[in-house]
Protein backbone atom coordinates (compact mmCIF):
# COMPACT_ATOMS: atom_id res chain seq x y z
CA UNK A 1 0.00 0.00 0.00
CA UNK A 2 3.00 2.10 0.20
CA UNK A 3 2.69 2.83 -3.60
CA UNK A 4 -0.62 2.94 -3.53
CA UNK A 5 -2.34 4.53 -0.86
CA UNK A 6 -5.87 4.41 -1.77
CA UNK A 7 -8.27 1.88 -3.28
CA UNK A 8 -12.12 2.79 -3.38
CA UNK A 9 -13.85 -0.04 -3.10
CA UNK A 10 -18.06 -0.72 -2.44
CA UNK A 11 -18.76 -3.89 -0.64
CA UNK A 12 -22.96 -4.39 -0.75
CA UNK A 13 -24.54 -7.26 0.71
CA UNK A 14 -27.97 -8.79 1.25
CA UNK A 15 -28.90 -11.48 3.97
CA UNK A 16 -31.88 -13.26 5.77
CA UNK A 17 -32.59 -15.54 8.38
CA UNK A 18 -35.56 -17.72 9.60
CA UNK A 19 -36.49 -20.56 11.45
CA UNK A 20 -38.91 -23.38 10.06
CA UNK A 21 -39.00 -26.09 13.33
CA UNK A 22 -35.69 -27.05 14.32
CA UNK A 23 -33.95 -25.61 10.91
CA UNK A 24 -32.48 -21.86 11.03
CA UNK A 25 -30.63 -20.78 7.79
CA UNK A 26 -29.16 -18.06 7.03
CA UNK A 27 -28.15 -16.88 3.59
CA UNK A 28 -26.27 -13.97 2.70
CA UNK A 29 -24.96 -12.37 -0.59
CA UNK A 30 -22.84 -9.97 -1.75
CA UNK A 31 -20.43 -8.13 -4.47
CA UNK A 32 -17.19 -6.23 -3.55
CA UNK A 33 -16.29 -4.18 -6.20
CA UNK A 34 -12.76 -1.92 -6.33
CA UNK A 35 -12.20 1.26 -8.76
CA UNK A 36 -7.88 0.58 -9.53
CA UNK A 37 -5.46 0.57 -11.75
CA UNK A 38 -1.98 -0.39 -11.75
CA UNK A 39 0.40 0.28 -13.56
CA UNK A 40 1.72 -3.35 -15.50
CA UNK A 41 4.54 -3.85 -18.77
CA UNK A 42 4.29 -0.04 -19.36
CA UNK A 43 0.41 0.51 -19.17
CA UNK A 44 -1.94 0.84 -16.70
CA UNK A 45 -4.02 -2.30 -15.87
CA UNK A 46 -7.35 -2.56 -14.39
CA UNK A 47 -7.91 -4.45 -11.40
CA UNK A 48 -12.06 -3.69 -11.40
CA UNK A 49 -13.50 -7.08 -11.77
CA UNK A 50 -16.16 -7.52 -9.20
CA UNK A 51 -16.44 -10.64 -6.70
CA UNK A 52 -19.25 -12.16 -5.98
CA UNK A 53 -20.33 -14.17 -2.13
CA UNK A 54 -22.43 -16.50 -1.33
CA UNK A 55 -23.02 -17.65 2.21
CA UNK A 56 -25.35 -20.17 3.85
CA UNK A 57 -25.26 -21.25 6.81
CA UNK A 58 -27.64 -23.80 8.68
CA UNK A 59 -28.10 -24.20 12.21
CA UNK A 60 -30.46 -27.63 13.34
CA UNK A 61 -31.35 -27.88 16.63
CA UNK A 62 -31.57 -31.91 17.07
CA UNK A 63 -32.67 -33.67 19.98
CA UNK A 64 -31.14 -34.38 23.16
CA UNK A 65 -29.94 -30.60 22.69
CA UNK A 66 -27.54 -30.76 20.17
CA UNK A 67 -26.74 -28.51 17.56
CA UNK A 68 -25.68 -29.51 13.84
CA UNK A 69 -24.49 -26.80 11.60
CA UNK A 70 -23.77 -26.85 8.07
CA UNK A 71 -21.62 -23.84 6.57
CA UNK A 72 -20.99 -23.49 2.85
CA UNK A 73 -19.39 -20.18 1.12
CA UNK A 74 -18.64 -19.67 -2.66
CA UNK A 75 -16.68 -16.51 -3.49
CA UNK A 76 -16.48 -16.28 -7.75
CA UNK A 77 -13.30 -15.06 -9.28
CA UNK A 78 -12.54 -10.88 -9.88
CA UNK A 79 -9.77 -8.57 -8.46
CA UNK A 80 -8.76 -7.88 -4.90
CA UNK A 81 -5.75 -4.82 -4.97
CA UNK A 82 -3.50 -5.53 -7.80
CA UNK A 83 -4.12 -9.42 -8.08
CA UNK A 84 -6.36 -11.73 -9.58
CA UNK A 85 -8.71 -14.70 -7.77
CA UNK A 86 -9.98 -17.44 -8.90
CA UNK A 87 -12.76 -18.69 -7.31
CA UNK A 88 -12.97 -20.76 -4.03
CA UNK A 89 -15.81 -22.55 -2.03
CA UNK A 90 -15.95 -24.59 1.26
CA UNK A 91 -18.09 -26.62 2.91
CA UNK A 92 -17.95 -27.13 6.59
CA UNK A 93 -19.96 -28.93 9.07
CA UNK A 94 -19.92 -29.25 13.11
CA UNK A 95 -21.80 -30.81 16.17
CA UNK A 96 -22.06 -28.79 18.95
CA UNK A 97 -23.41 -30.22 22.61
CA UNK A 98 -23.38 -28.20 26.57
CA UNK A 99 -23.97 -30.08 29.54
CA UNK A 100 -23.62 -28.98 32.88
CA UNK A 101 -25.85 -25.45 32.70
CA UNK A 102 -23.20 -24.85 29.79
CA UNK A 103 -20.64 -25.16 31.92
CA UNK A 104 -18.78 -27.93 29.49
CA UNK A 105 -19.16 -28.21 25.69
CA UNK A 106 -17.99 -30.40 23.00
CA UNK A 107 -18.17 -30.08 19.27
CA UNK A 108 -16.92 -32.07 16.45
CA UNK A 109 -15.98 -29.80 13.51
CA UNK A 110 -15.36 -31.01 9.69
CA UNK A 111 -13.64 -27.73 7.72
CA UNK A 112 -13.41 -27.78 3.83
CA UNK A 113 -14.89 -31.19 3.41
CA UNK A 114 -14.37 -31.36 -0.07
CA UNK A 115 -11.21 -29.41 -0.22
CA UNK A 116 -11.94 -26.85 -2.46
CA UNK A 117 -11.20 -23.55 -0.59
CA UNK A 118 -8.42 -23.53 -2.92
CA UNK A 119 -7.91 -20.98 -5.48
CA UNK A 120 -5.19 -19.32 -7.86
CA UNK A 121 -3.58 -16.00 -7.15
CA UNK A 122 -2.02 -13.24 -10.19
CA UNK A 123 0.31 -10.61 -8.41
CA UNK A 124 0.73 -8.20 -11.25
CA UNK A 125 3.46 -5.56 -10.20
CA UNK A 126 4.73 -3.39 -12.70
CA UNK A 127 7.56 -5.85 -14.59
CA UNK A 128 6.72 -8.73 -12.79
CA UNK A 129 4.10 -11.30 -12.98
CA UNK A 130 3.94 -13.77 -9.76
CA UNK A 131 1.40 -16.97 -10.06
CA UNK A 132 0.54 -19.00 -6.87
CA UNK A 133 -1.38 -21.78 -6.52
CA UNK A 134 -2.61 -21.78 -3.08
CA UNK A 135 -3.31 -25.57 -3.34
CA UNK A 136 -2.84 -26.79 0.21
CA UNK A 137 -4.87 -29.09 2.29
CA UNK A 138 -7.43 -27.11 4.10
CA UNK A 139 -9.54 -30.28 5.56
CA UNK A 140 -9.24 -30.51 8.86
CA UNK A 141 -11.14 -32.50 11.84
CA UNK A 142 -11.42 -30.82 14.92
CA UNK A 143 -12.54 -31.97 18.24
CA UNK A 144 -13.12 -29.58 21.03
CA UNK A 145 -13.89 -29.86 24.46
CA UNK A 146 -14.47 -26.62 26.28
CA UNK A 147 -14.93 -25.57 29.87
CA UNK A 148 -16.23 -22.35 31.37
CA UNK A 149 -14.89 -21.59 34.59
CA UNK A 150 -17.05 -19.16 37.14
CA UNK A 151 -19.76 -18.63 35.15
CA UNK A 152 -22.23 -16.45 36.78
CA UNK A 153 -25.73 -17.55 36.76
CA UNK A 154 -26.88 -14.38 38.49
CA UNK A 155 -26.14 -10.93 37.11
CA UNK A 156 -26.18 -7.57 38.92
CA UNK A 157 -29.36 -5.94 38.56
CA UNK A 158 -28.44 -2.02 39.72
CA UNK A 159 -29.78 -1.86 42.55
CA UNK A 160 -28.09 0.52 45.55
CA UNK A 161 -24.96 1.59 43.48
CA UNK A 162 -24.73 5.35 42.76
CA UNK A 163 -27.93 5.96 44.19
CA UNK A 164 -26.52 8.94 46.47
CA UNK A 165 -24.46 10.49 43.23
CA UNK A 166 -28.12 10.48 41.77
CA UNK A 167 -29.27 12.07 44.77
CA UNK A 168 -26.58 14.62 44.90
CA UNK A 169 -28.22 15.82 41.47
Not at 59 to 79: F, K, Q, V, Y
Request: net charge positive; charged share 20%; glycine share 6%.
Amino acid sequence: MENTPKIDELQAFVGAQFKIGIWEPKVNAGITKQWFAGEFLGERKSFGNPMAIVQFQNAIHLPGDIWANIDMEWTSRGNKDNMRLSSSSYLNAKLYKAFCNNCLSVSLQADDIFNKSTRDVVFYNKDVTYWQNMTSDSRALLLTLQYNFNTSRNRYKGKGAGNEELNRF
